[in-house]
C-alpha cells in the first residue's frame, strides 16, 4: 500500500507570496502531524489533527501559518506572505497506534 | 535547556566499525524512545522503537534506555556504507500526541 504521500515535492516561492502544501496520509490513519525541519535541524511540531479536529496548534510560529483537514484525511498547510525564515522542509506524518509513518515532505525555498 | 539533546556530529567511520549514537532528555515523565533514519532528501522512517529502560536488538541494531539517567542510545554493529544518514531520536510528550525530535546525528561509513 501507498505510504505518506506529499505534494509539491519542491517549492520555490518570492517573498510575500502564499503557499499551499498538500498532504494525503496513509488510508485509515486518524491522527496527522505537520513538522518543519529547517537545514541542519530536527523535525520540530506545528501542528496535530485527529480526523478533522485540529487538537494542538501550538507549534506554528505565527499566524500566517494554517492548516486545515476539513474531511479528516487530506490536509493543507498554507503559509501566506512568506518570509526567508520559511524556508524548511515541511514534513507531514499520519499515525496507526504507536508508530508515525512520514512523508518525504515538501522543501520550500523563499527567495 | 532543550527537551531533547544530541550531539549533531558529523561522524565519520570505517565500514565495520560499531556506532554509538546517544540522546539525553529532560522530562522525566516521557516513556517511549524512538530512532529514526533520515536518508538526504527523504522522510525519517522509524529503525527502533522502546518503551521501558534496557536494550532491543534488531539485526545491527541495538536500542538501549536508561531511564535512570535519561540517556538513550543506538548502537549500529558492522556498520556499512548503507547506514550513511542522519540518525534522529525521539519522544513522545506527555501528552501522547506529538513527537519531540534531537538535532539529528549525521553518520558517515565510508567504504
Known amino acids: 500500500g501507498a505510504g505518506v504521500s506529499q505534494s509539491p515535492r519542491y517549492k520555490v516561492a518570492k517573498r510575500g507570496q502564499d503557499v499551499a502544501l498538500r498532504c494525503d496520509p496513509i488510508?485509515?490513519?486518524?491522527?496527522l502531524f505537520w513538522y518543519q525541519q529547517a537545514l541542519g535541524q530536527g523535525p520540530e511540531f506545528l501542528t496535530y489533527?485527529?480526523?478533522?479536529?485540529?487538537?494542538?496548534k501550538s507549534g506554528l510560529p505565527s499566524d500566517r501559518f494554517f492548516a486545515e483537514r476539513p474531511e479528516g484525511s487530506v490536509s493543507t498547510l498554507k503559509i501566506q506572505r512568506t518570509q526567508q525564515e520559511d524556508s524548511a522542509v515541511y514534513l507531514c506524518?499520519?499515525?496507526?497506534?504507536?508508530?508515525?509513518?512520514f512523508g518525504p515532505g515538501t522543501r520550500l525555498t523563499v527567495t | 535547556q532543550k527537551e531533547v539533546e544530541q550531539d549533531p556530529g558529523p561522524l565519520s567511520v570505517p565500514e565495520g566499525a560499531i556506532v554509538s549514537l546517544n540522546c539525553t532528555y529532560s522530562n522525566s515523565a516521557f516513556q517511549y524512545f524512538m530512532w529514526y533514519r533520515q536518508y538526504s532528501r527523504k522522510g525519517p522512517e522509524l529503525l527502533m522503537y522502546t518503551y521501558s529502560s534496557g536494550n532491543k536488538e534488531d539485526g545491527r541494531f541495538t536500542a538501549q534506555v536508561d531511564k535512570s539517567s535519561k540517556y538513550i542510545s543506538l548502537f549500529i554493529r558492522d556498520s556499512q556504507p548503507s547506514d550513511s544518514a542522519t540518525y534522529l531520536c525521539?519522544?513522545?510528550?506527555?501528552?501522547?500526541?506529538?513527537?519531540?525530535f534531537g538535532k539529528g546525528t549525521t553518520l558517515s561509513v565510508s567504504s
Open positions: 506524518a499520519s499515525r496507526f497506534g504507536g508508530e508515525f509513518d
Open positions: 489533527f485527529q480526523n478533522e479536529a485540529q487538537l494542538d
Open positions: 488510508s485509515g490513519h486518524v491522527s
Open positions: 525521539a519522544i513522545e510528550s506527555q501528552a501522547g500526541t506529538a513527537l519531540i
